[in-house]
Each structure stands twice: as C-alpha cells, then as structure tokens.
C-alpha cells in the first residue's frame, strides 16, 4: 500500500495534474488530501472535481472553510481575500457543501490527517518550528499525521525530545511520533517553485518528498486573465 499525500493544491490545475501523473509513476495505490483545494489559484473547481471523482480522504483547509461559506475572511490579507471572495463565485452550491461537510481531522489506515494542527485544527495555527509541533503530539492517537497549511516541507519526530528539520525520504522507527509537513502542490513557499507531495510507502515504512516541474507559465497566464492580484501569479515562479 503506497499514499501519495498531497496539500494545498490551491486551485492550480497544472501542478495537481503533474504531481497525480508522478504519482502513478511511483506505483501509488491510494490518495490522500490535507485541504485547500481551492483559493489562490484560477482553476479552485476543475481541482475540486478531480479530488472529489478520485474518492480519496479529505480534511477540511482554512481556504476550503471560507470559499464555502459567506462570512469575511477573518485573518486572511487583502490578496488571499480577494481570492477567497474570487474562488466563491466560481463554485457550485454542490462544491461549496462539500468543502463545508469536510472534517478537520481524519484516520487513514494507520496515519492521521490534519490541515493545521491537532490541538487546535479549527483554528489553523501554523507549525514551522518543534515548539508549535509539540503541542499536536499530546493529540496524535497514530505514529504518523501528516499536515500542511504552511505550504513548506519539514518533519517533526518525537521520542524523549522533539526534534524537527527538512528532509527528502527517511523511514518511519517504531516508538516515534512522527509531525510531518508535505509542502504545497499548488504553491510552495520555501524557495523551491516545484510542485511538493510525499509519497508514503506504509508496508516499507519510507517516507518522501518529491518535487516536480509543472507549466508554471500558464497557471499564472490563467490567474492573470481571471483577474486575480498579479501577486498571486508572480510567486509560483519563486515559490514564495
């Protein structure tokens, strides 16, 4: 049984459609969502309706919550509001019941899936460093969660300590926790413009990051003819 764990998709179609063919490439068997699925990007329901057809696991992102619902965009900056507000109208009220119908934490198999954080998933608190990631561990009931939301890969391991640093593939050790951060297919921000997933590998017990090119040129010719900030499509080329 092999996962690939993908998050903050952010309704770009161009990175989401490589990293699924990637997928295939390494012989992935099952799928698994961490949310935002839509917001930023210029095409939030062709992704939408990708996830949804696929049929895989799914928890709910703070862009998931507020492109389904009405109310203002609390905490967002201007620029990810206007997408918010964007990325609504261009949903369906079918789209728009399924993000809100999504939980904030889910099992799969033997590995949890969270947006955020565990101990607080509603409230979308952001994890860079083994501080803010040794408070889900008190609330992790499986050896292995994997979050996003900060749309930067890095792992946090706990046995008598929590420690926590960047990493392309390692395997998983009995008796630890393990916090771990799969990056952002749709927009990375920690320098690297490639498109991020993980490929977990449950009966080998391997965790990986891989990083991929997409055709960055037309998501941001796409988010620049929908009218969206020319922020948004400036940073895919830097991944920030």
């Not at 969502?33 to 917001?39: P, Y």
């Not at 420690?163 to 952002?184: C, D, H, L, M, W």
């Amino acid at each position: 049984m092999k996962f690939a764990i993908i998050a903050d998709i952010h309704g770009n179609l161009e990175a989401l459609q490589a990293v699924l063919e990637d997928a295939q490439k390494q012989g992935c068997t099952h799928y698994a969502c961490i949310g935002d699925v839509v917001g930023y990007g210029a095409n939030p329901r062709e992704c939408l309706q990708i996830i949804r057809s696929m049929g895989m696991p799914c928890v709910k992102g703070n862009h998931d919550e507020y492109c389904s619902i009405d109310e203002n965009a609390e905490g967002f900056n201007p620029l990810a509001a206007e997408a918010v507000m964007w990325t609504r109208q261009q949903l369906s009220e079918e789209d728009r019941q399924w993000l809100r119908d999504l939980r904030y934490v889910r099992m799969v198999t033997n590995f949890t899936i969270v947006h955020a954080t565990l101990d607080a998933p509603q409230r979308w608190g952001y994890v860079f460093d083994k501080l803010a990631a040794a408070a889900s561990f008190p609330y992790q009931n499986t050896p292995v969660c994997f979050f996003g939301h900060t749309h930067v890969p890095v792992a946090f391991v706990r046995d008598s300590m929590v420690r926590g640093g960047t990493y392309s593939k390692f395997r998983i050790e009995p008796g630890k926790k393990y916090f771990i951060n799969v990056g952002a297919v749709g927009q990375p921000r920690d320098g690297n413009p490639k498109a991020a997933y993980v490929v977990y590998d449950v009966d080998e017990g391997t965790v990986e990051l891989r990083r991929l090119d997409y055709d960055i040129a037309t998501a941001q010719k796409k988010i620049r003819a929908a009218g969206l900030p020319e922020r948004l499509a400036e940073r895919l080329a830097y991944g920030r």
